[in-house]
Structures are given as structure tokens and as C-alpha cells.
């Protein structure tokens, strides 16, 4: 390899060891290794020879996904996605140096018949993986309601716990452990699923979680925290619509979180579009706090979200909501432009007369 010293040619070196493990060069340097196999992928995309797999009516193609050293591939269950596939991963052994860990290399099918399956991951020489699965930690796949998707996070706590026991630490110290060590073990859990009642156990009552000024131990609220964490998911998908993942979500489920009162969303799906919502367990802090801006009003429901005044119109006319046609319409869908004044056009299941027109 040759340098410049001082803006002239040095002599050639030759690298004759690698990077400790620990150093801070080394993420950065893997990153670097690792965005090849990503362009690798890249290109056989482009080319034509790698499809992904394609997300509900938007056309959103989900192919690879990666983190650090974790990869995931998603793919249609095809001879030449396989043989692509192989392809990319021999190339990328040859030209980065580096091995793939075939003990650590899973296939995971979904709707094929265990033949296929079987038959796949003997030609990429892989393990046949089953859902759940563990990716950067948190089980992809499972119930998020069950207490069986929680017993592992569970486990560590009580070990945690138990090993304090043990030494001869006072009240205040172990206070200190609390709030800085054993509250923030579940963090990651409680940001991506909504945890159910037993996983809570005892954390949300009493005066343990009151702060200090009021007679509590300032202990953080799981239930609450729970809560806020994935109220920031409601509040991502506003503020950055071209994140890949809400892309994702839009062309499976549509445009809003109006899903949520469907039955063709998933657990996670109702789950965030419930949080902080009048008809959830939140008390609605969420929903009275956000409003729209309405533009073309194909993007904010006339009856569900919150566009005039600070409750949505369901809330307020519950009489009107229930005599609709539509009631998950979009507000541009009640009405029309003529002559630059905005005319509305509400279906009615019926004609409207006494009370109810004059609310109308």
C-alpha cells in the first residue's frame, strides 16, 4: 500500500496484522466491507436477475436489509433468486476475504412446503431456520401479547436482580441500580411491542413510581414508558413519510393509521395505532395533542382524525357518525370544488330531519 508523508511518495508497506477487536476503527471498517455486499445486491437488481418481494398494492419491494454484521435477505422463492443469491455470496467471500458462517446462516420460508424448503437450504448450505426468530434481539414473529415472548427479557431481569442480593449494597444504592441499571434492560422490547398486563407485575402501582417530591421513589413507569416509546412510532410515521418502513406500511395497509380498525392488520400495526387513541387505554393523549393540516384531504379521515377544532368529529357528533354511509371517508371525498368555493357532500343513510340536520 502506498501513502503520502507530508505530501510526498512514501515507500510501500504491507498490512501484516488486522485491527484489534474492540478498536473504535473496527465497526466503521466492517461498514465499509459490508456496504459491498449491499452494491452487490444492488446490482443484481438493477440487472434484473434478484427480485424482492413486493409489499401489498404500492409496489414498495422489500429485498435486503441490514445491520452491521446481521443481514437479512427477502426474496421471491425462485430458481434464479437461489442461484443469484449463491452467486452474490461466493463473490463476495472472494473479493472481501471474509467467510459466511453457514452454522449461523438460516432459510426461513413462508406458505412452501418443507420439500422446497429443504431443497433451498441445501444449495445455499444453510440451516433451515422457524419462526420466531431472534434478530438484534427481539423475537420477529412472535405474539407480542403472549407472556411466553417476554419469559427471556424476564429471566435476565431476575437474574439481575438476584446477583444484587447477594452483595452488601444499601437502599439508596440499590435505588441507584434501579433507575440506571434494571429499568433500562427492557427498553428495547418496550419501543418495538406493547407489553401485556403480567409483564407490568407491580411496576405501575403503589408509591414506588411517584417521583420523590410527592413521597415516591422516582422508580420509572413501565406501563407509561411503554406507552411513550411507541407513541413515537405515531409520531415518526407523520414527520418522515419517505422512511423505508413507512413505505412499507402504506402500501400494505394504506396511508394512515385508520388500519387499525381493520382486520387485516397486524398485532403490531393495532397496537401503535392504538396508542394514545380516545378508544384505547391511553385516555387519548396522543390524538388530542396532534392535528392535521387538511391540503388536497385525501390524507385525513373526515370522522377518525382530528382536523377541526381539537376533537375528531365522531367524538363530537356520534349521532351524525352512525347515520354515514362511509365512515372511514377521506374529508376530499365529501364534497367538490365549483367556481373556487368548496361545496360539501355528505351520503346519509338517511334523509336528515329535527336534530340531526340542524347539526348537520
Known amino acids: 500500500m502506498s501513502v503520502l508523508v507530508n505530501g510526498s511518495p512514501a515507500t510501500n508497506f504491507y498490512v501484516s496484522r488486522s485491527i484489534r477487536q474492540g478498536d473504535p476503527m473496527a465497526p ?35 429485498c435486503d436489509l441490514q445491520f452491521a454484521n446481521d443481514t437479512i435477505i427477502v426474496c421471491k422463492p425462485s430458481d434464479r433468486n437461489l442461484m443469484c ?27 412452501l ?25 427481539v423475537p420477529v414473529g412472535a405474539n407480542p401479547r403472549r407472556i411466553s415472548t417476554w419469559q427471556l427479557m424476564i429471566e435476565i431481569i431476575s437474574k439481575r436482580l438476584a446477583s444484587w442480593k447477594c452483595k452488601h449494597i444499601s437502599f439508596g444504592g440499590r435505588l441507584i441500580l434501579l433507575n440506571s441499571v ?19 407485575c407491580v411496576s405501575g402501582l403503589g408509591l414506588v413510581c411517584k417521583p420523590k417530591e410527592l413521597g415516591g421513589l422516582g422508580v420509572k413507569d413501565l406501563i407509561h414508558f411503554n406507552h411513550a416509546l411507541l407513541g413515537k412510532w405515531r409520531w415518526r410515521r407523520l414527520q418522515d413519510k419517505e422512511a423505508f418502513w413507512v413505505q412499507v406500511i402504506d402500501s400494505k395497509y394504506g396511508s394512515e393509521w385508520s388500519f387499525q380498525r381493520s382486520g387485516i392488520a397486524s398485532r403490531w400495526c393495532k397496537d401503535i395505532g392504538k396508542v394514545g387513541s380516545p378508544d384505547a387505554d391511553t385516555s387519548g393523549w396522543f390524538d388530542g395533542n396532534v392535528w392535521k393540516e387538511i391540503g388536497n384531504g385525501l390524507q385525513t379521515l373526515f370522522w ?57
Not at 434494571?182 to 407490568?200: D, E, G
Open 85 to 111: 443469491l449463491k452467486s452474490i455470496l461466493r463473490c463476495f467471500e472472494l473479493a472481501s476475504g471474509l467467510k459466511v458462517n453457514s452454522n449461523k446462516s438460516f432459510l426461513y420460508g413462508i406458505r
Open 182 to 200: 434494571l429499568s433500562n434492560i427492557p427498553t428495547y422490547m418496550l419501543s418495538l411491542y406493547k407489553a401485556p398486563k403480567k409483564v407490568y
Open 28 to 62: 466503521f471498517m466492517f461498514l465499509m466491507v459490508a456496504e459491498g455486499f449491499a452494491g452487490l445486491v444492488r446490482k443484481a437488481r438493477s440487472i434484473g436477475v434478484l427480485e424482492g418481494y413486493k409489499i401489498g398494492g404500492g409496489g414498495v419491494e422489500v
Open 113 to 137: 412446503s418443507d420439500s422446497i424448503i429443504s431443497a433451498a437450504a441445501n444449495f445455499l448450505f444453510c440451516k433451515i431456520g422457524f419462526f420466531p426468530f431472534n434478530y438484534l434481539g
Open 304 to 360: 377518525h382524525d382530528v382536523w377541526v377544532g381539537n376533537q375528531s368529529l365522531k367524538m363530537v357528533f356520534p349521532r351524525l357518525f352512525r347515520l354515514a354511509v362511509d365512515q372511514n371517508s377521506w374529508v376530499g371525498d365529501n364534497g367538490f370544488w365549483r367556481d373556487d368555493v368548496w361545496i360539501w357532500k355528505i351520503l346519509w343513510r338517511r334523509n336528515l330531519f329535527g336534530r340531526n340536520e340542524s347539526l348537520a
